[in-house]
């Protein structure tokens, strides 16, 4: 696979912060005098009403006084813009004046730095870091979006979400890989509320060739779960200069050791334009089709990666082998069709192997085999298509009447040539029969039994008119 290295020249974009906001409130709360309501930090606490106005006073996050005021319907308390009461409403109550009101705190943040690799390679991922920081007076959520082609790049995701304290800093990250030439400017947008708080940009890349790969995995396509088997990693390096790399193996559902003992990384240094190779010892924990994932990377950096399936079976349970189908098989025409079976327990099994097929006529449906342990044995199936074309079937095996392993395959079936004989006449009783050959879907044997039926009438009228003329020779009129 042809890769490219993407020399990246960062051109940070920072449009202005201030962008800042009051955040939606999330509640509105029906209080009296020595009431208090908690929001986002802030605390407000009524400490008189009546039936137009309320005396509000406001601590902080830190429990300090941050203001007072009073607020009416008509009139908000804004405390030096970091927070915000509005009055809803004033109703008396339980004789009691209550106030309904609301309380928003003032949302701001910025993005404080882009931390991304100098260089990218195409097809590899990297994790680009974004710095970010709560400027406002309170805890604040934020999301955090990435903007990009994506014909150009692809990316784990398309957005983050982070909450912070006032003041506090965090860090969001992406995972990215480049698909092919990178010509507009990745975004990294800064949100709160539905609002654009800031904004920072990459851009400007130039490419080189790719110089490293995953060559080959050697591996068993077929294992059983508790055996162990080797499975290695061929990796090539093109450059000029020795490469350290490191290989990792995921696989959820194995065991994964190496030569030193449990892991799941090894490193290897491979010369100029040379190869080298790892081995990591495996062994499944369950049976089916389970994956094994291979990841390289060069001084940590991720490279390449490399998928590979392998069907795992039961240990001391048979299976089905390599299944002979002949080539150019006929409609109508018997051929056998050979199973190679495998008993994988170490001791004497009893097998059952059947064939099923909607299309196929055959000798037998199943047929009973005895296997010493870790041995293998070919059983086969006489079979005669019944249509031309694919012809699906399936290969089943049992043992005490429960399925281990099913194995599916398609016949590929000719039309062939059916013939049939011609009505003979008078003139050619002595001579041979005529062939005519038939087409298909069998217009000729359709014919042939008109033509028969005809053949059968006309003899028939034939006779009737003999025997009227032989009664008529004795005297006998009808």
């Known amino acids: 696979m042809r890769s490219i290295i993407l020399s990246l020249i960062f051109l940070i974009l920072t449009l202005p912060l201030g962008f800042a906001l009051w955040e939606e409130p999330t509640s509105s709360n029906l209080m009296t005098a020595g009431q208090e309501f908690e929001s986002n930090g802030f605390t407000a606490v009524v400490l008189s009403v009546d039936e ?8 902080g996050p830190s429990g300090k006084i941050v203001g007072r005021g009073i607020i009416t319907m008509e009139q908000d308390l804004t405390i030096e813009e970091e927070v915000r009461i509005k009055a809803e409403e004033f109703v008396y109550r339980y004789e009691k004046y209550h106030v309904l009101f609301s309380l928003e705190s003032w949302i701001d943040g910025e993005i404080l730095d882009v931390h991304a690799p100098e260089q990218f390679e195409l097809d590899r991922k990297y994790d680009v870091e974004i710095d970010i920081r709560n400027t406002g007076p309170a805890d604040a959520s934020y999301v955090m979006m990435l903007e990009y082609d994506d014909t150009e790049l692809w990316s784990d995701a398309t957005s983050r979400r982070i ?20 010509t507009k400017p990745i975004d990294f947008v800064l949100i709160s509320a539905d609002e ?4 920072k940009s990459i851009s400007g890349f130039s490419f080189v060739e790719s110089l490293i790969a995953i060559k080959e995995v050697v591996f068993s396509e077929i ?8 499975v290695t990693i061929v990796v090539e390096n093109n450059d000029e200069v020795t490469k350290s790399m490191s290989i990792k193996l995921i696989g959820e559902y194995f065991i994964l050791n190496t030569l030193a003992g449990p892991g799941d990384l090894l490193n290897v240094n491979v010369p100029a334009h040379s190869t080298g190779e790892v081995t990591f010892y495996v062994k499944p924990l369950n049976k089916g089709m389970q994956n094994l994932n291979v990841k390289l990377y060069d001084d940590k950096l991720f490279a390449e990666e490399s998928l590979v399936v392998v069907d795992v079976r039961d240990t001391n349970v048979g299976y089905i ?11 109508g025409e018997e051929n056998e069709i050979t199973i190679v ?15 099923i097929a909607a299309s196929l006529d055959y000798d037998v449906s199943e047929k009973m085999m005895i296997l010493e342990g870790q041995s293998s044995k070919e059983t086969s199936f006489t079979v005669k298509p019944l249509l031309t074309g694919e012809i699906p079937f399936q290969i089943v095996l049992y043992r005490n009447d429960e399925k281990i392993d099913t194995e599916s395959a398609v016949i590929n079936v000719n039309k062939g040539t059916t013939t049939s004989p011609s009505i003979p006449t008078e003139d050619d009783e002595e ?9 298909e879907p069998e217009p000729c044997s359709t014919g042939f039994k008109k033509a028969f039926i005809t053949s059968l009438v006309v003899n028939f009228l034939l006779l009737i008119i003999i025997g009227i003329n032989h009664l008529r020779k004795m005297g006998i009129t009808l």
């Open 341 to 355: 079976v495998h008993n994988a327990g170490a001791e004497e099994s009893e097998l059952v192997v059947k064939i």
């Open 321 to 331: 082998g390599t299944i002979t189908i002949p080539e150019n098989m006929v409609k």
């Open 223 to 230: 294992m059983q779960t508790n055996g162990e088997y080797p």
């Open 163 to 182: 909450s912070l304290g006032q003041n506090e800093r965090g860090t969001i990250s992406f995972e990215i890989r480049p698909i092919k030439d990178i």
């Open 196 to 199: 654009e708080l800031g904004r």
């Open 52 to 59: 137009d106005n309320a005396d509000v006073q406001v601590l």
């Open 431 to 439: 001579s041979e029969l005529d062939i005519v050959v038939c087409p």
